[in-house]
């Protein structure tokens, strides 16, 4: 009998690599300025883990070397790691699974679990493979939609192949080279205080521009001491100019180092850079006067030098007071005192305004005219006062229909009306037996529409469905 404390400490430490080769390749953060890669990529290992935890729950629990057991040890820390070189994925990593898998029959996981791998491009050993292979040698020719066929015990992966690998196996966008655009991206924006846009045809391509870039920045040194705040956009095109509306200055990738540099000096960034500041401050300071638990804006004002202006009054004027000196808002601090919401958050963008209850999320939009803005808060606020026990409800039943049909996630769409919320939660509790086969390890949307997401691996289904409706939406889709 080997031993279990030296093979998981020896396993562990070989796994470390892998983890963070693939914490590297699906960390949202990658992909800031794309939230559907960013969900897609949550999801991705979402559902590895998802994978992992059932093949240790089901297949290897009596047995002394679990290389699964080390990988989830692994897995609840992964995201602290940070700055990890990326390793190719060894041989060796499975020589002891190889050991663990000879003592049971192979399960129909471990061939999913390979499916996933090489959905994200990472290369999975050949002696593993073959290993598989040998056990089971009718799965050489097998495509996915064969496997999932066979497989009747994986019915979560009907609905898995439809929404996830499809897209994963055609598209295969995780770059090997994406760690290294990633580390440098984020070193850019540390180190110089930038925001970046990328568009570029490929990777290399990105690569190549993004060091092209902080080489310049690197040694013309009144340049990299200018662009502090500049919010640059890198464009597959010849031309290099600035926005004199929103202050993006542009550089294109075809475009001499020289042009860059004329661009870079013609452009003033000290408004950004003094707006950054005074925001980030501000914004503490707004969320302890509201009582919020965070206060922040969208991607869209924080991109345009005009709206970023809109935003930094309004925190000024909620900041000093100023905000609510007005008759229809009389005594506002004691009706903050009654709410008491820590855990609400406050959201600036350009849209409509509404509440998301049970995420205890306020959307106000940013306005000229503060008055209406400070209407539209307080009839939001007074919306989650007098819904507190109608939200608890909610929120209480949401987590009983996640535990029961075992998801991964469960959201309402702001479209839905608050009132039919706890009637959809209670007509899926009633089908849980039923439905957990359809849903079970993935994100459900209650909204206004059937849709499957092949970006997001979303699941959305509306809040008035009929059974029927919704059994051949999840058999046929």
Request: net charge neutral.
């Amino acid at each position: 009998m080997p031993d279990k404390d030296k093979i998981s400490e020896e396993l562990s430490n070989q796994l470390r690599p892998y983890l963070r080769r693939v914490f590297l390749r699906i960390h949202p953060d990658k992909f800031r300025d794309s939230p559907e890669e960013a969900s897609v990529n949550k999801l991705a290992f979402q559902q590895l883990t998802q994978c992992l935890e059932n093949l240790e729950a089901n297949v290897f629990t009596s047995n002394p070397a679990s290389l699964f057991t080390c990988f989830l040890r692994e897995a609840e820390n992964i995201r602290l790691v940070q700055g990890a070189q990326v390793e190719k994925f060894r041989e060796n990593l499975f020589k002891l699974t190889i050991q663990v898998i000879r003592e049971s029959n192979v399960p129909p996981n471990i061939l999913l679990l390979l499916r996933v791998l090489e959905a994200f491009n990472l290369e999975v050993p050949s002696g593993f493979t073959m290993f598989i292979r040998e056990s089971q040698p009718q799965v050489c020719s097998e495509t996915l939609d064969d496997f999932v066929e066979k497989n009747g015990g994986l019915v979560e992966a009907r609905l898995l192949q439809s929404t996830f690998f499809s897209s994963m196996e055609t598209r295969r966008y995780m770059p090997t080279t994406s760690a290294k655009i990633f580390g440098l991206r984020r070193q850019l924006e540390s180190k110089m205080h930038l925001y970046l846009k990328v568009e570029c045809p490929n990777e290399e391509t990105v690569y190549d521009q993004l060091l092209r870039l902080k080489r310049l920045l690197e040694t013309n040194e009144p340049i990299g001491r200018k662009v502090k705040g500049y919010r640059l956009s890198l464009k597959a095109s010849e031309c290099c100019f600035v926005n004199p509306e929103s202050g993006v200055v542009t550089l294109g990738t075809s475009s001499s180092s020289e042009e860059w540099e004329k661009t870079l000096m013609s452009s003033e960034s000290q408004e950004f850079w003094e707006l950054d500041n005074r925001i980030r401050k501000l914004e503490r300071v707004v969320g302890r006067v509201l009582k919020f638990r965070r206060v922040f804006c969208s991607n869209e004002i924080l991109w345009d030098r005009r709206y970023l202006a809109k935003y930094d009054k309004f925190l000024s004027c909620v900041a000093d007071g100023s905000f609510f000196r007005s008759n229809f808002c009389a005594s506002y601090e004691n009706f903050f005192d009654s709410i008491k919401f820590e855990n609400l958050t406050l959201i600036l963008n350009m849209e409509s305004e509404y509440t998301s209850i049970p995420d205890m999320k306020v959307y106000l939009r940013l306005s000229d005219c503060l008055s209406q803005m400070a209407t539209s808060l307080l009839q939001q606020l007074e919306l989650l006062l007098n819904t507190s026990i109608e939200r608890q409800k909610i929120l209480d039943h949401m987590e009983r229909v996640k535990t029961r049909l075992e998801l991964v996630f469960i959201d309402f769409d702001h479209s839905v009306p608050v009132g039919e919320r706890l009637k959809c939660l209670r007509r899926l509790d009633e089908i849980s037996v039923r439905a957990k086969q359809y849903f079970k390890g993935l994100h459900l949307l209650i909204s206004d529409k059937y849709e499957i997401s092949n970006l997001t691996g979303r699941i959305s289904i509306p809040y008035f469905f009929e059974c029927r409706e919704l059994d051949k939406f999840l058999c046929y889709k």
